[in-house]
Structure formats: structure tokens, C-alpha cells
């Protein structure tokens, strides 16, 4: 490979040609995952990252994305794109993935433009490469992974825009473009801190083009290095604090270290040349033989690493590619090599997503060494056809594991037995689908059915074997104890369920989530007192989704054991901890109704009745309460009164003529002195109903219209 081979020796003003190649690359880049707009759907941290993310969904999050804290990880950009596709579709996927495939080919096709700028020979092949490749499937197919596309879209814009300066003809045009390539630098990395890959490559493109590194360079590419520094180091410090890229499986020592970053930058390539399986999570290598002692393969990987980059340094004066190839590669893969712990290190120390910026340093490694033993023209483009062609087809079959979460997790299962990760989101899946089936069949009266326990029966079986093989390989056995329990809860093993609950308490020294859970079991073991205590305990969390489930929980006990002043506090504090929860104000007026503070009940189920968004069953018994409590109250006052007959006359409209309905109509209608309306409604519930409390409660009204 040497450096005449390396640049494109065709003129520059090849205008037609570069476009209609630029529209290939796209082409190629969209044939290739477009199809992800209807085969993918939502997995596994889109949640967090979008369907659940209240900065996505409000009205102001396109504000509060700017704010560190406010979103998993400081990728404004990325948010903002969220939140506006959210606008257009809430969250219907469709428009996400096609956003990002069409990201990855814009990044193509500035990927081609700046190749082609600095006449980098067969830049449309490795382009193409880059385009259809598999690896890349990972970043175009998971919605979340728009941090990689939309950094890397504006990285190459922002080379592009540098590239413009040497070719401006005045001052003010090279500082316009100095400027808009800084901006466009900034943009990437507030998208994704692996943009920091620019600073170096602008100093690699000057090397390549054998320019001086003048003090007018430095200068002008200092604004680049400082902005890549301070981004880098930031999301360095949030994996760490924020993200939780800490414990044990982060506690590598100096040696383990360093052969955890020469195996990750011997990986990519040969991972790059050889796509037979992608696998989402990959096999987590161990780090590190006896004693912490580098062991063979590390070893090996280090001292290729070193005569790498020790060969190319030494052909530097005769040939530069190699070198600058290698720093390319170098530096673009930099952020996941190991220097700095990641939080999807707890999983595996690789994975698709980290190489994409670092695809097209492979790719140009592999199209050269390609073309200089194949020298035939034909035959290079021949041979280059049928990979490109290969790679499509490869990441046409990758594409469909992304469908949703459990295809995703059962997948990696299969290709990767130690993936505790896909364990224990398969467990946390099958009994998210058990307590789905118990709501669904409660609400139909059918909970005891055969059926239904059998099938919740079988969802927990598989929740529990899938906790006990995450148990076998995890080094954080805390979550699989948690699916383990309420996987033994639903099997009705409850004594068992407790004792894993109780253990789990020992290892967080009482979470509220394991509180929680432990107050179900007490509950169900009917240790009321012991339950009531324990969900007290946890609902003394300062937030989180675990104390407004503890004080719905303590709430309901109360309830049911008839403790209504208990039952008041727990959901006063319900409301106040989730005032957006308009079952949790309908529940709380209903209790303050029970306690005989009819007006103050009535106040709160007012305002939960005009926070619209209830559901017809809430909004129907939420309604019936407030009408009913109007009518058993001759102090309510005239505008309740006047309300309630609002309520009642959309009660009737509603559920299309309910005989119950219209009974609190005619009780209404008695009360604001419209006798002849209230007797009607009266003879027709007497003729309609057959039921003989309505007919003598109807009978009552049409007797005191007399």
C-alpha cells in the first residue's frame, strides 16, 4: 500500500460524477436500512430515551433537553430531535427510524465529499462499504443510537466546512467558514461526545495534503481540540456519576487495563472484515489470566498493537498512509477502547454501536489492500460489487432482531448463553406479561379462571428460570433476586418469595423497591400489620416510581381493612407526590367522601373530573360519586348542585341511556325543583328496569313528584 496509490490522480472539477456517485451512497445507505422503518420498533433504553421521557413528550422539553440532569445522558441535539418527532407522531417509531437511516446517508455522502475532497483513491467504494455494512445496523435500527448518527451527520459536515477554508478566496469567507465548521464541531459534540475523533483527523487531513503544521494552523484548530477535551472529559464524569459506569466490573488494574484496549483495537477490524453474526451483546471477555497477570491473547494483542503503530512510524519518510490510517482508526475508536469505563461495560467490553465512526478507517484499509492484490479495474469493481451486495444482504438479516425487546433479548439469548443482561430482561418481560394478564382478566371477572392461572403460571416459571440463569453469570446479583422474587410470588411459593425479598433487603440495606416488593408478600401472607409497616417504609423515598406505588399500596390496605383515616394520609400524600395521577385524586375524593368531608370531596373529584384524560371507567365512577354525594348532602351548595346536574345529564348521554344513570338524573332533576322531568324519567326506569331496588328507588321519586 503505498502513498500514489492512495490518492485519486483524476481532476478535481468532476463535478457530474461526484453528484451522481454522492446519490449512489445514498441510495445504497437507504437500501440497505430504510426497511428498519417497518421491521424495528421500540427496545430496550428507548424508554428511557423517548416513550418515557417526560422531556420528549412535554411541551417544554425542547427547552429543558439544554439542562444537565434533565436527560439520561448531556445529548441535547438528540433530544431535540426526539421532541420534535414526537410533535409530528407521538410515538409511533415509523418516522424515527426513517430519520435515522436517512442521518446515516447524509453522513455518507459527506463522508464521500470529503474523501473525494482530499483525493482519496476509491473513496465511493469505501464509502459504499461504510453505507451498507452490518456493524452499522446496531446504530441506524435502535432509535436510541441517533446519538451516533446525528453526531457523526454533523462531524462530517463540520470536516467539510473546514475543508472550504483553504479554497475561500478572502479573509472574511475563511472565518465565515472557520466559524460555521466550529458550530457544526459543537453540534456534534452535543450529539455525541465521539465526535472528538475531528480535532485529530483536521490535523491527519493536513499531514495527508503534506502541509506544514504553521502557527496559523494551530491556531485555527485549537478551538476544535479545547471543545473536544471539555466535551469528553464532561460525559467521562456523567458515566460515572450519572450513567453508573462504576463497581466491579470497572475495578481493572493497570495491566488488565492496557490489554482491554489493545483486544478492543484489534477487534473492530477483524470483527469489520469477517460480519458473519451480529450479536447484540457480545461475550464479555474476561480481562486479565492469574494473579492479574496479562494472559496470552491480551498479550498478543498488545504486541501487535505496539509493531503496528512502531512499523508504521518507522515507513513514515517513505510512506505515510500506513501511519495515518492507523491515527484515523486510532483516534475515532478512542472513546471505547477502555481509557475511559463506559457504562456498557458491565456488559461486554464491544459492540457494534462503538465502531461507527470508526467503520470508514476500516473500510479504507480494506477497499486498498483489496485493490492492490486485485489490479485488474473490472475485476476490482467486481469484487467490490459483490461485497457491497453481500454486506446488504447481511444487514437485512440483522435488521429484524430490532423488532422489539423481547425478539431483541431472545435473540442475544440464543447467540450469546452468558448475557445476563438478556436473562434478566427476558424475566422482567414475562412477568411484565403476568401482571398484564391478571389486570386484564380482573377487569374481565375472570382472575380465577383455569386459564388465566395457567398462563401466569408459565410466564413466572420462565421469569424464574430466566432470574436463575442471570444469577450463574452476572456479578450483580441484585435484579435477578428481584425478578426471582416476584417470580416465586406469583407462583404462589410466598414463604420463598419473602426470603429472597429479605435478602435482597440485606444487600441494599432497604431500598424502597425492596421494601416494596417485601409488602406485597406480607400482604398476601395476610401480615397486614407487618405489610402496612413496610410500605410506610418505602414510601418514605424522596421520589421515584416505587413511593407513589408504595402509598397506592398502603392506600389500598388501609382501605380494604377499613382504616379510612390511615387510608386519607397515604393518599393525601399520593396526590401530592403525583399530582398528575387523576385516579390518585379520584380515589382520595372518594375516601375524603367516606370520612364524611363530603365538601372537600367533592372539590378534589371536581378537579380531577375537569383535568380531562380519564378514562371512561374513571371518569364514570369518579362522576356517580360526586352526583351521589350531591344527592345524599341537602347542604351542598347551589354551583355543586348545579354541577352535579351537568354530570348527571352527560352520565345518561354517555353510556347511552344506563338506567343507573338516568336514576341520578331524575334524583337531580327532583332536587332543582324540575318535578315533571324527574317523574318521566322516573315512569321509564319503573318500566324499563328489572332490577327491584332501582324500580322502588324510581317508584320513591315519581311518589314525592305527586
Not at 48 to 74: C, H, K
Not at 263 to 281: K, M, R, S
Not at 557 to 578: E, G
Request: overall charge neutral; some cysteine.
Amino acid at each position: 500500500m503505498d502513498s500514489q496509490r492512495l490518492v485519486d490522480t483524476r481532476t478535481m472539477d468532476s463535478a457530474p460524477a461526484s453528484r451522481k456517485y454522492a446519490a449512489l451512497l445514498a441510495l445504497l445507505a437507504l437500501v440497505a436500512f430504510l426497511p428498519s422503518a417497518w421491521l424495528c420498533g421500540w427496545i430496550w433504553d428507548d424508554d428511557s430515551y423517548v416513550t418515557l421521557n417526560r422531556v420528549v413528550r412535554e411541551s417544554d422539553g425542547v427547552l429543558r433537553a439544554w439542562i444537565p440532569g434533565a436527560t439520561p445522558q448531556y445529548y441535547p441535539l438528540v433530544f431535540v430531535s426526539f421532541w420534535i418527532e414526537h410533535a409530528i407522531v407521538g410515538l409511533d417509531a415509523t418516522l424515527y427510524h426513517i430519520d435515522n437511516a436517512l442521518l446515516h446517508a447524509i453522513s455518507c455522502v459527506c463522508m464521500y465529499f470529503v474523501l473525494h475532497r482530499i483525493r482519496v483513491a476509491y473513496a465511493f467504494w469505501i464509502v459504499a462499504i461504510v453505507a451498507v455494512h452490518p456493524m452499522q445496523a446496531e446504530s441506524v435500527a435502535w432509535v436510541t443510537e441517533r446519538k451516533n448518527v446525528l453526531s457523526l451527520c454533523f462531524a462530517m459536515m463540520c470536516i467539510l466546512a473546514w475543508l472550504r477554508i483553504d479554497t475561500a478566496s478572502t479573509r472574511a469567507q475563511r472565518s465565515k467558514w472557520l466559524l460555521i465548521s466550529v458550530v457544526l464541531f459543537a453540534a456534534a459534540m452535543l450529539s455525541k461526545t465521539t465526535a472528538v475523533f475531528v480535532p485529530p483527523v483536521l490535523v491527519l487531513i493536513q499531514l495527508w495534503e503534506r502541509r506544514e503544521i504553521t502557527r496559523e494552523f494551530v491556531l485555527r484548530v485549537a478551538p476544535y481540540f479545547a471543545l473536544g477535551i471539555v466535551g469528553g472529559l464532561h460525559t467521562a464524569y456523567l458515566e460515572k456519576t450519572h450513567v453508573g459506569a462504576v463497581g466491579e466490573e470497572f475495578a481493572l488494574t493497570f495491566m488488565q487495563r492496557a490489554e482491554l484496549i489493545a483486544t478492543n483495537f484489534i477487534f473492530y477490524p477483524l470483527h469489520a472484515l469477517l460480519p458473519a453474526e451480529q450479536v447484540f451483546i457480545m461475550p464479555r471477555r474476561p480481562i486479565g489470566g492469574m494473579n492479574d497477570a496479562i494472559d496470552l491473547a491480551g498479550f498478543a494483542a498488545l504486541v501487535v498493537s505496539v509493531a503496528l503503530v512502531i512499523l508504521a512510524a518507522w515507513r513514515w519518510r517513505r510512506n505515510r498512509a500506513p501511519l495515518l490510517l492507523l491515527l484515523w482508526y486510532g483516534a475515532a475508536i478512542f472513546p471505547a477502547l477502555g481509557f475511559f469505563d463506559v457504562y456498557p461495560f458491565r456488559f461486554s467490553f464491544v459492540a457494534d454501536h462503538f465502531a461507527y465512526a470508526a467503520l470508514p478507517a476500516i473500510s479504507c484499509v480494506f477497499v486498498l489492500c483489496a485493490t492492490r492484490v486485485v489490479r485488474s479495474t473490472t475485476l476490482q469493481r467486481v469484487m467490490l460489487s459483490v461485497v457491497v451486495v453481500a454486506l446488504i444482504a447481511q444487514s437485512w438479516r440483522a435488521l429484524p432482531r430490532f423488532e422489539d425487546e423481547q425478539t431483541l433479548w431472545t435473540i442475544t439469548a440464543e447467540q450469546n448463553p452468558n448475557a445476563w443482561i438478556a436473562h434478566n430482561n427476558l424475566a422482567s418481560i414475562a412477568l411484565s406479561q403476568a401482571e398484564e394478564v391478571q389486570t386484564f382478566a380482573a377487569r374481565e371477572e375472570r382472575a380465577n379462571a383455569p386459564q388465566t392461572r395457567e398462563l401466569v403460571r408459565a410466564l413466572a416459571t420462565e421469569a424464574l428460570e430466566r432470574s436463575d440463569r442471570m444469577l450463574e453469570t452476572s456479578l450483580d446479583p441484585l435484579v435477578g433476586f428481584t425478578n426471582r422474587a416476584e417470580a416465586l410470588r406469583l407462583l404462589g411459593r410466598l414463604e420463598d418469595s419473602l426470603a429472597q425479598t429479605d435478602r435482597m433487603i440485606s444487600l441494599t440495606r432497604g431500598g424502597s423497591k425492596e421494601r416494596w416488593l417485601r409488602a406485597r408478600v406480607l400482604e398476601l401472607l395476610q401480615r397486614n400489620t407487618e405489610a402496612a409497616t413496610e410500605f410506610a417504609l418505602a414510601a418514605q423515598a424522596l421520589d421515584g416510581v416505587y413511593r407513589i406505588e408504595s402509598l397506592k399500596s398502603a392506600m389500598r390496605l388501609a382501605a380494604r381493612q377499613k382504616d379510612v383515616p390511615s387510608a386519607l394520609v397515604a393518599a393525601r400524600a399520593l396526590v401530592q407526590a403525583a399530582p398528575e395521577d387523576s385516579s390518585a385524586r379520584i380515589d382520595f375524593g372518594a375516601l375524603l367522601l367516606a370520612s364524611g368531608a363530603h365538601a372537600e370531596g367533592r372539590r378534589v373529584l371536581s378537579v380531577a373530573l375537569a383535568s380531562g384524560g380519564l378514562t371512561r371507567e374513571l371518569w364514570t365512577g369518579a362522576t356517580m360519586r360526586y352526583v351521589q354525594s350531591v344527592i345524599d348532602d341537602p347542604t351542598a351548595e347551589e354551583d355543586e348542585v348545579s354541577a352535579a346536574h351537568r354530570y348527571s345529564d352527560k352520565l345518561v348521554e354517555r353510556s347511552g341511556g344506563d338506567l343507573v344513570a338516568k336514576l341520578l338524573l331524575a334524583h337531580m332533576r327532583l332536587r332543582t325543583d324540575d318535578r315533571e322531568g324527574a317523574r318521566a324519567l322516573a315512569i321509564e326506569i319503573e318500566t324499563g328496569s328489572t332490577d327491584e331496588r332501582v324500580r322502588a328507588e324510581a317508584a320513591s321519586i315519581r311518589a314525592r313528584t305527586n
